[in-house]
């Protein structure tokens, strides 16, 4: 459910402010009822709006996943013209964004989309939605350290929740290993902070699951749609994490 001010600008009707105007004029209809209240909030997927009349185009709602290279950068425009996301998604003509960020450096799985709701919902702190990374790290990690992130490791900006840690590969000559790790937060460079937390950096990241969806054989660069299971499920993931973990 978005605000009708907002579903109407999107739609390409008019700025925000003169949809507020309309809406306050009375030409606005939710399902044949006028709407004059702003604060009124429809589901632009399911109602049927109009102003003066005519009903409004609403885009369609499109979720997709890619997966990101690195050295590509997550934000809408770089000032210093690095590669960004959206140059892989021209084809898209729906405006999407990305779900979170990924840092430059980091690669894998990364959701685009146009619903702000479901955005917020999989990003929201309190939600809880865990994300799996394949961090290759300098050396190896002895037991002991790794139990420090599964308990919650004290960071400038405060302790991690306990996080799920698992060897996957160890070099034999020790230079490095591949670690794989759960997070259920989402704090700015926070798997490369965990692991310099205990000394053994971060050398390659890749985050390989959001939720339960998994990257799997999507090529780098690639990207392709969710099914309707994959969206439904990411929504009730967050949801249950909510209910499970409780509010913070
Ligand atoms: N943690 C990081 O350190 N970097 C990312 O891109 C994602 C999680």
Do not use: W
């Not at 939720?211 to 690639?222: A, M, S, V």
């Amino acid at each position: 459910m978005e605000r009708l001010q907002k579903i109407i600008a999107q739609a390409g009707v008019a700025s925000r402010r003169k949809c507020e105007e309309l809406i306050l004029a009375g030409k606005v209809e939710v399902n044949g009822v006028t709407v004059t209240e702003l604060g009124t909030k429809a589901d632009p997927a399911q109602d049927i709006i109009t102003v003066n009349g005519k009903p409004i185009k609403t885009e369609k709602k499109v979720y997709l996943m890619m997966n990101k290279p690195k050295g590509v950068i997550t934000s809408a425009s770089d000032p210093e013209g690095r590669k960004i996301v959206s140059d892989y998604f021209k084809g898209v003509k729906e405006r999407v964004y990305p779900v979170g960020r990924l840092d430059y450096d980091t690669e894998g799985l990364l959701l685009l989309t146009n619903d702000g709701e479901f955005a917020n919902l999989l990003t929201h702190p309190r939600h809880h939605v865990p994300k799996t990374y394949l961090a290759t790290v300098k050396g190896v990690p002895h037991g002991t350290e790794l139990d420090k992130l599964r308990k919650g490791i004290q960071l400038e900006d405060g302790m991690t929740a306990p996080a799920e840690v698992e060897y996957k590969d160890v070099d034999p000559d020790g230079k490095e290993s591949v670690i794989a790790i759960t997070i259920y937060e989402g704090r700015n460079r926070q798997v490369r902070r965990m692991f310099e937390a205990i000394s053994h950096p971060v050398i390659r990241l890749k985050r390989i699951a959001f939720g339960d969806l998994l990257l799997q054989n999507l090529k780098r660069g690639l990207m392709r749609s969710l099914t309707k299971d994959e969206v439904n499920r990411l929504i009730q993931l967050a949801k249950s994490e909510k209910k499970r973990k409780g509010t913070k």
